[in-house]
Antibody, heavy 117, light 105 residues
Framework: EVQLVESGGGLIQPGGSLRLSCAASGFSVSDNYMSWVRQAPGKGLEWVSVVYITGSTYYADSVKGRFTVSRDNSKNTLYLQMNSLRAEDTAVYYC???????????WGQGTLVTVSS | IVMTQSPATLSVSPGDRATLSCRASQSVRNKLAWYQQKPGQAPRLLIYGTSTRATGIPARFSGSGSGTEFALTISSLQSEDFAVYYCQQYYNWYTFGQGTKLEIK
């Protein structure tokens, strides 16, 4: 059974850093495209970043230069390093498996990041 | 690519049919997916490739359209279908519509 379990969210001050983790089971993160998608409170969904099977990474303009996505194949875990956090980064962050044709077939339960002083 | 969903809220009675619309600012071919989200839960994939139901999705859910105009139709609404629905294009990176809330009339 495919499962994605995020962790690492919490309350952080503006300008701070946080690292989110996503532990995968039932498949290998190294064999799939893996994305992060976020949802601000009461708002819609926003794609944040993706790591391809090749290891190439891409980001939404809103987080480029501040966020870094990576994976540890030995731990079958995806990460999102978030630096220089802003109030507008406050959201539930979902770890998502992407199919080879680029839609999202499995989602984690999400982890809440709150950026506030 | 900007995705626009309409209406923002749709009030429908159980047992009735609901049609949700999604428009893309430019053609996305058939690279269109629909997701359902219930309060406190993660989104769930319903439809991909405009009209293909994901595994385990009931046949009352159907998708249609092409290019820039798409629709999700739910025939004979069940109580568990009342939720927020998002469309997503994956032709050029990934963008979501703002969602349609399907509520009980």
């Amino acid at each position: 059974e495919v499962q994605l379990v995020e962790s690492g969210g919490g309350l952080i001050q503006p300008g701070g850093s946080l690292r989110l983790s996503c532990a995968a089971s039932g498949f290998s993160v190294s064999d799939n495209y893996m994305s992060w998608v976020r949802q601000a409170p009461g708002k819609g969904l926003e794609w944040v970043s993706v790591v391809y099977i090749t290891g190439s990474t891409y980001y939404a303009d809103s987080v480029k230069g501040r966020f870094t996505v990576s994976r540890d194949n030995s731990k079958n875990t995806l990460y999102l390093q978030m630096n220089s956090l802003r109030a507008e980064d406050t959201a539930v962050y979902y770890c998502v498996r992407e199919t080879d044709t680029s839609f999202f077939d499995y989602w984690g339960q999400g982890t809440l990041v709150t950026v506030s002083s | 690519i900007v995705m626009t969903q309409s209406p923002a809220t749709l009030s429908v009675s159980p047992g009735d049919r609901a049609t949700l619309s999604c428009r893309a600012s430019q053609s996305v071919r058939n690279k269109l997916a629909w997701y359902q989200q219930k309060p406190g839960q993660a989104p769930r994939l319903l439809i991909y490739g405009t009209s293909t139901r994901a595994t385990g999705i009931p046949a009352r859910f159907s998708g249609s359209g092409s290019g820039t105009e798409f629709a999700l139709t739910i025939s004979s609404l069940q109580s568990e279908d009342f939720a927020v629905y998002y469309c997503q294009q994956y032709y050029n990176w990934y963008t979501f519509g703002q969602g349609t809330k399907l509520e009980i009339k």
